[in-house]
T-cell receptor
């Protein structure tokens, strides 16, 4: 079945460092890809998404490009802030799956001043 | 403001009790979802509904039940048959349940079995 694999955390960075969180997927057809962020004790918020190959999603300085040839959707940010500390989830929705989101296990990011 | 509300925020259950978690949305979305989150893990789908009076099992439906009598509401009942119900429960909705639709999440309910 469809699945998502993300790099394990926790990831600890200094403020203004470059961030990459790797995400790869397995799916039949052409899924849509998502990055969600979760702050402690809260629900998930959509960070960005891409619905077809070579699309780039971007929001709040975060970017990710849908790479079908490598089945990847890596999250990047050029300069992280302390307020970016959270858990990041990569997810996909496959074709004809009733809109079911399939999540990776999440990557905890901690940014130190 | 449009959004998804879940109540209660915290819920405590004794062994053998059924409890119902509320989920309401005013986004006029057709599709609604229930996910379960365990510590250090991603979310797993319990049930989903793409239209009123219809719903489907997700990956971990055993021990749970739902209803969808109104478009705005999708309550989840955790029954005594659920062996390990302590978890964080998240409700979500999307416009139609299509694979390109964004799912919007509520703030969650944390259930603890005493």
């Amino acid at each position: 079945g469809d699945s998502v694999t993300q790099m394990e955390g926790p990831v600890t960075l200094s403020e203004e460092a470059f961030l990459t969180i790797n995400c790869t997927y397995t799916a039949t057809g052409y899924p849509s890809l998502f990055w969600y962020v979760q702050y402690p004790g809260e629900g998930l918020q959509l960070l960005l998404k891409a619905t077809k190959a070579d699309d780039k999603g971007s929001n709040k300085g975060f970017e990710a490009t849908y790479r079908k040839e490598t089945t990847s959707f890596h999250l990047e940010k050029g300069s992280v802030q302390v307020s970016d500390s959270a858990v990041y989830f990569c997810a996909l929705i496959g074709n004809n799956q009733g809109g079911k989101l399939i999540f990776g296990q999440g990557t905890e990011l901690s940014v130190k001043p | 403001d449009g959004g998804i509300t879940q109540s209660p925020k915290y819920l405590f259950r004794k062994e053998g009790q059924n409890v119902t978690l509320s989920c309401e949305q005013n986004l006029n979305h057709d599709a609604m979802y229930w996910y379960r989150q365990d510590p250090g893990q991603g979310l797993r789908l319990i049930y989903y509904s793409q239209i009123v009076n219809d719903f489907q099992k997700g990956d971990i439906a055993e021990g749970y039940s739902v209803s969808r009598e109104k478009k705005e509401s999708f309550p989840l009942t955790v029954t005594s048959a659920q062996k390990n119900p302590t978890a964080f429960y998240l409700c979500a909705s999307s416009i139609s349940g299509g694979y390109t639709d964004t799912q919007y999440f509520g703030p969650g309910t944390r259930l603890t079995v005493l």
